[in-house]
């Protein structure tokens, strides 16, 4: 990149954040004249201003050949998600930016902190121990802030602070696999590279691929999360299909997803409500199948443009600022607010494979880059489908936007990975590039 | 100013920043992915090969071998090299040639009778141009910059 190309592109870069800045000023602005609520959200704003303004100058310093365009998606993408959650539930916007400031703080440190990448791959099996103590735990002595009792005991509780350590999992996951699936990646290659090969899948594929699937069924049965069960298990296929290059880990994972399902179907009340709801929702429609069918009633009412920031009534959602938030953002923005967060998760992939791309020959290293970004980008997709009913709905939050602490940290713990990769590319001729 | 009006313009406004982030965000996609088509196009101008030409009229119906060049290229008697060079005046490791920034380098490693481009030993690494001539012991090969090999 030559000095001139180097400025223009940073000259881009400033202006994203401009624009994101403005966007978010002008939710919080109509939500203040919409419904006039003191001063809080104010401090909320002037957080998110801070946190991009620190992560912008601190990247630049310190980290100058990572990638100019991750983090003010990530920000524009999180300040979107706070006017959201302060127009939808305000009680809980406090805590959504103190956990923005947290979540930029780690994603510094995941960023510039340059021996973490080698520890991941090297105690790869302690993280992993760790991960899974934790997620035992949260099996044995797990709770729901919501205080329902039937709800998925999810969330550990310490001191006034609920966390869900299946989002902490799903890091743990992708750098588990990347680092296995690195080491093995030469071998898988060779065996590929044998004509005659004897066997339709090689244990060296078949035996993660099944104990990955068992791993997601234990998630199914003992916590009842469909969406973490499923999402796992579709970008460790992903991962295994990156390795190997083998079209049939596709149509061999597609068939242990349909078994799973239709045992899970017949075995737990849960996934039959959701796939019945999502075949058809409108016998139920003030029952169980009220949340699906006024997130439908909410796009429609959002039409092209919009109804406006605090207009619309997404209210009628119920828990409308956690999993159904990109049903709130279709109402009162409209098709273009839709098609923006399309757009930014869009990019998202483009750079997060091409960071994978450069990193040719580097199995870890590309494994990694091309295990977050689809771990972020499956889990958009999964609930932005499930919100408009083409997929049935499994809960997971929208990446960045959804409230949910645990689900932000790790997102931008992601974030901060991603750059970390991209600033070590291997040949710095191709920096920035793709 | 009503607060319709009010609300009416920071909407606008909204919408109007909301377009403006996705513009910027495409033309940084865009930019970036021409920058690497160029950086395509300089890599594909930059294959090349080397042609064995005729050691000083001594076999002149020798049949020219060519030896098709790798980002990075060894020449030398070892039969370690990419390109071996069978010849008594050429040492084991003698002489690489490198892709560096869309150039062919010509290096020399130390050879005990050194390396000549275009009959002139070098003692600095080289950029070669296309119908350059490189010598080794006493051996010649003509350097031919391919424009599209696929």
């Given at each position: 990149?030559s000095p ?10 400033y ?12 939710g ?24 991009a303004?620190?992560?912008?100058a ?73 991960a ?7 099996i044995v ?20 602070v609920?966390?869900?350590?299946s ?21 898988i290659?060779a ?24 791993l ?18 579709v ?25 799973a399902?239709?045992a899970?179907?017949?075995?737990f ?8 709801i999502?075949?058809?929702p ?8 009220y ?16 109804t ?23 109402e ?12 930014c998760?869009?990019v ?22 091309v ?25 997971v939050t ?37 | ?42 890599t ?47 040492s ?25 481009l ?26 031919t910059?391919?424009?599209?090999m696929?």
């Open positions: 990149m001139v190309e180097s400025l223009l592109s940073r000259r881009h870069h202006l994203l954040l401009a624009f994101a800045g403005l966007s978010v000023f002008a919080m602005a109509s939500i203040s004249m919409a419904r006039p609520s003191g001063f809080s959200h104010w401090a909320g704003l002037a957080i998110w201003a801070a946190c303004f620190v992560g912008t601190l990247l630049n310093r310190c980290l100058p050949a990572c990638d100019p365009v991750l983090f003010p998606l990530a920000i524009f993408l999180s300040g979107w998600g706070l006017v959201a959650i302060q127009r939808l539930a305000p009680s809980f916007a406090d805590r959504q930016a103190l956990w923005l400031v947290i979540s930029v703080g780690a994603m510094l440190f995941a960023a510039l902190f340059p021996h973490l990448l080698r520890w991941l791959r090297v105690y790869r099996y302690v993280v992993l121990a760790g899974l103590l934790l997620l035992l735990a949260t002595f797990g709770s729901n802030p919501s205080g329902f009792e039937f709800a998925p005991r999810l969330w550990l509780k310490i001191g006034a609920y966390f869900q350590p989002e902490f999992m799903k890091l743990v996951l992708v750098a588990f696999m990347a680092s296995y699936l690195g080491e093995q990646s030469a071998a290659r065996e590929r590279g044998d004509a005659g090969m004897r066997l339709p899948f090689s244990p060296r594929l078949a035996g993660p691929m099944l104990s990955m699937w068992l997601s069924l234990v998630i199914l049965v003992w916590q009842r999360d469909l969406g973490t069960a499923m999402l796992f298990f970008v460790f296929l992903l991962l295994l299909y990156t390795t190997s290059g083998d079209w049939r880990i596709l149509i061999g994972g597609l068939l242990l997803v349909i078994i399902a239709a899970a179907y017949h075995l009340d849960v996934v039959k409500l959701r796939v019945d999502w075949l058809n409108w016998p139920e429609s003030d029952g169980r199948a949340q699906i069918v006024q997130s439908l009633m909410a796009f429609g009412a959002g039409g092209i443009l919009g406006g920031v605090g207009l619309g009534s997404p209210g009628y959602i119920p828990v409308v600022h956690s999993d159904f938030i990109f049903a709130a953002l279709a009162e923005w409209g098709l273009l607010g839709v098609i923006g967060v399309l757009s998760f869009a998202l992939t483009l750079r997060g494979l091409s960071i994978g791309l450069t990193h040719a020959g580097r199995d870890f290293h590309k494994l990694l880059a295990g977050l970004t689809m771990m972020l980008v499956v889990q958009a997709l999964m609930i932005m489908a499930g919100v408009l009913k083409l997929l049935p709905l499994t809960g929208l990446p960045f936007i959804s409230y949910g602490g645990s689900s932000l940290l790790v997102c931008f713990v992601m974030i901060g990975l991603l750059l970390r990769l991209s600033a070590e590319a291997i040949s710095t001729g191709h920096r920035g590039a793709l | 100013m009503s607060v319709e009006a009010a609300v009416f313009i920071l909407r606008l406004l909204a919408g109007l920043s909301l377009l403006g982030f996705l513009a910027v965000l495409f033309v940084i996609v865009w930019r970036s992915m021409r920058q690497v088509d160029r950086q395509l196009a300089t594909r101008m930059a294959y090349g090969y080397l042609t064995s030409l005729p050691s000083n009229a001594a076999q002149p119906n020798q049949v020219e071998k060519r030896f098709p060049l790798h980002a990075i290229t060894t020449l030398g008697r070892s039969a370690s090299n990419t390109i071996v060079v069978d010849n008594d005046f050429a084991a490791q003698h002489a690489r040639i490198v892709l560096e920034g869309g150039q062919w380098w010509l290096e020399d490693r130390g050879s005990r009778n050194g390396t000549r275009n009959d002139v030993a070098i003692d600095q690494p080289t950029i070669l141009a296309d119908s350059d001539v490189v010598g080794i012991g006493n051996l010649r090969y003509r350097f910059l391919t424009s599209n696929g």
